[in-house]
């Protein structure tokens, strides 16, 4: 028996015949539709494309710059290197100048400090000589007691000229006498004054210099001490650590000298 046939799906009566064809206006509105609702994918590609673009242009503009003497004429490529090599020496020289400025004014600014210092110092002895400033350092304290006479002002003056010749800085008699270049001798109503200053026995000079030196200056065989004991004195030597000379002299005014101009 002949099988049955199974149904086939209808086809087309016509082959030539085709579906049905879509408006223009429908694609395009459609596509519209398509493009009006972008998906995830889509937007991630438009984003690395808008990456790489910005990307591409600041290489460009990168390479534009970097490449500013591309293309000059060997003629000009020497000129501006001349030109730099021109700029370089005279920061060198200027640089050289500047460090030569600095050692000048260093060197000036030595000067006048270790001048002012030199000034000071020289000051400062000079106050001491004159007697205007109270001073302390180690020295002597000699005792001289008029016992069986009297002592002669010679005798005295001998002291203070061996102790001035053995480095004395400073002395004082009786803590009322500050004795200076200018000092004198003189005998008031049988007793020995200084600079007009009458002086019990026993007379006590303080002086601030080097002790061993100013001793061995004084009590050398027929030095000063000796003829004082030989005219009934008697002598006592202290060498002490620090001596200290408090009276003070007031320099006379001058009343026609004047600093000369920039002193």
């Known amino acids: 028996m002949p099988e049955p046939q199974k149904p086939s799906r209808e086809q087309p009566s016509d082959p030539g015949e085709s579906e049905p064809q879509v408006p223009a206006w429908s694609r395009r509105l459609r596509l519209a539709r398509a493009m009006g609702r972008p998906t995830r994918s889509q937007l991630i590609v438009a984003v690395l494309l808008a990456a790489l673009g910005f990307a591409t242009v600041t290489q460009v503009r990168s390479t534009e710059l970097d490449d500013t003497y591309e293309g000059r004429r060997e ?72 016992q069986t006479g009297r002592i002669r002002t010679d005798s005295l003056l001998d002291v203070v000229q061996e102790l001035r010749t053995a480095g004395a800085e400073a002395m004082e008699f009786n ?44 009590t050398y065989v027929t030095g000063p001490v000796s003829q004082l004991e030989e005219e009934g004195a008697q002598v006592v030597i202290e060498r002490l650590p620090a001596v200290e000379i408090t009276t003070v002299r007031d320099l006379p005014r001058a009343d026609f000298a004047e600093p000369a101009e920039g002193q």
Not at 191 to 209: K, N, T
């Open 75 to 146: 003629e000009d490529l020497i000129e501006i290197f001349n030109g730099l090599t021109g700029a370089s020496d005279r920061a060198r020289s200027e640089i050289s100048q500047l460090e030569q400025t600095k050692r000048d004014l260093q060197t000036d600014s030595n000067a006048r400090q270790a001048a002012i210092a030199q000034a000071e110092q020289r000051l400062e002895t000079l106050n001491i000589l004159a007697g205007t400033v109270a001073v302390t350092g180690p020295g002597l304290r000699i005792t001289i007691t008029e």
């Open 175 to 218: 803590d009322q006498v500050r004795l200076v270049a200018q000092s004198s001798f003189s005998v008031v109503d049988d007793r020995i004054a200084v600079d007009g200053e009458v002086l019990p026995s026993p007379y006590v000079l303080e002086v601030i210099g080097e002790p061993n030196t100013m001793q061995t200056g004084l």
